[in-house]
């Protein structure tokens, strides 16, 4: 079975090639999507596909449903759901999309620094797993799509 993951949050590092890349390392069955990271793309695509708007307020609207109709698709389709919050900007997509993803019943695995907890701690509550760096993520998918665990499975199997 391939596992869907759709991973969410701050687009300003590189946290999903790492987490794509650790699980292509990992061989890991596993089909990633996002929402489109471009900011200027994801801010315009509204008006750049339907028309432009002079008040900003439906400029925006038009972008936020278009990109709706992706979000909401690809989190329902899911078989995790990964959602990054970072150190800069308000983030308040991420949380939609973690109340959205657990109003679904999705398996939610949070990613933050340490920092966040306060802020994060109704978001955290509503997880599977908080993390702190996309290699937990990574290690996280290991064990529930393959069940492996370092220092545990790896031992076992080399025992037999």
């Not at 699980?23 to 929402?35: R, Y």
Request: hydrophobic letters at 45%; a negative charge.
């Amino acid at each position: 079975m391939t596992w869907r993951v759709y991973l969410s949050g701050e687009i300003h590092t590189d946290w999903r090639e790492r987490i794509v890349e650790g699980a292509q390392a990992a061989g890991l069955d596993v089909a990633f999507t996002a929402p489109v990271t471009d900011h200027e793309a994801s801010d315009d695509c509204g008006v750049a596909i339907l028309g432009s708007e002079p008040d900003k307020f439906w400029h925006d609207q038009k972008g936020a449903r278009l990109n709706a109709i992706r979000t909401r698709t690809l989190i329902g389709g899911a078989d995790v759901v990964v959602v990054r919050f970072g150190d800069k900007y308000k983030q308040w997509n991420a949380a939609f999309d973690a109340g959205y993803a657990a109003a679904l019943g999705k398996p939610l695995i949070i990613v933050h620094p340490p920092e966040h907890q306060h802020a994060l701690k109704e978001i955290d509550a509503a997880a599977s797993a908080v993390a702190e760096t996309p290699e937990q993520v990574v290690a996280l998918l290991r064990y529930v799509i393959d069940g492996a665990l370092d220092g545990y499975t790896d031992q076992q199997q080399a025992a037999e």
